[in-house]
């Protein structure tokens, strides 16, 4: 069995290449052609997504309509978890912010465990024993912050990342 994973975040797109349970590859797609490319040449015959972008964006249903076997969407309301969602509500949660909180109580199995995530957004999310997401805090990204801080001020230069960063 041949899979993709997608994790679509506000800036990029976080993929993963399976074979069986082997991550063959892995990286960050730019642009949807990216992920189409890596599609073409991997040829998956399955497709677990999780995406946080806006709802008008349908590429990712374009490019599962390639895949001929399942195309399951992880969905923070509905996904059956191997953890407890302790979140008050549950459908309006990021699913990156969940998929996270699975994929912590896998590594530390039975312990408490704060996840930072810095991408668009910078969240900080607890997983209480290794069973329970309890949620956290969302404060904006650095990106957005240096946006913010020359938007908002009279003198403050619009800072880019150095390519390293
Ligand atoms: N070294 C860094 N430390 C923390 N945040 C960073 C760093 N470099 C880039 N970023 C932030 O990460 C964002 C891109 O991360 P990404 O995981 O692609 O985001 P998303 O999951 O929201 O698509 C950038 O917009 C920027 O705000
Ligand atoms: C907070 C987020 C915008 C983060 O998005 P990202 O930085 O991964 O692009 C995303 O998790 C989201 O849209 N959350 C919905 C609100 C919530 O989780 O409570």
């Given at each position: 069995?041949?899979?993709?994973?997608?994790?679509?975040?506000?800036?990029?797109?976080?993929?993963?290449?399976?074979?069986?349970?082997?991550?063959?590859e892995?990286?960050?797609?730019?642009?949807?052609?990216?992920?189409?490319?890596?599609?073409?040449?991997?040829?998956?015959?399955?497709?677990?997504?999780?995406?946080?972008?806006?709802?008008?964006?349908?590429?990712?249903?374009?490019?599962?309509?390639?895949?001929?076997?399942?195309?399951?969407?992880?969905?923070?309301?509905?996904?059956?978890?191997?953890?407890?969602?302790?979140?008050?509500?549950?459908?309006?949660?990021?699913?990156?912010?969940?998929?996270?909180?699975?994929?912590?109580?896998?590594?530390?199995?039975?312990?408490?465990?704060?996840?930072?995530?810095?991408?668009?957004?910078?969240?900080?999310?607890?997983?209480?024993?290794?069973?329970t997401f309890?949620?956290?805090?969302?404060?904006?990204?650095?990106?957005?912050?240096?946006?913010?801080?020359?938007?908002?001020?009279?003198?403050?230069?619009?800072?880019?990342?150095?390519?390293?960063?």
């Open positions: 069995m041949r899979t993709l994973t997608l994790d679509i975040g506000n800036t990029t797109v976080k993929y993963g290449c399976f074979e069986d349970d082997v991550l063959r892995t990286a960050i797609a730019q642009t949807k052609e990216q992920v189409g490319e890596v599609v073409q040449r991997w040829k998956p015959t399955h497709v677990i997504l999780a995406s946080v972008a806006g709802p008008t964006d349908t590429w990712a249903a374009d490019l599962c309509a390639q895949v001929p076997g399942r195309i399951v969407e992880f969905k923070p309301a509905s996904t059956p978890l191997p953890i407890r969602n302790g979140y008050a509500t549950p459908q309006t949660l990021g699913a990156d912010r969940l998929a996270a909180a699975v994929g912590a109580a896998w590594l530390r199995p039975g312990r408490d465990t704060l996840i930072i995530d810095a991408g668009t957004a910078i969240k900080c999310d607890w997983v209480e024993g290794g069973h309890r949620g956290g805090s969302i404060a904006p990204g650095l990106r957005l912050r240096f946006q913010a801080l020359h938007t908002f001020t009279g003198r403050l230069p619009l800072l880019e990342m150095p390519p390293t960063c």
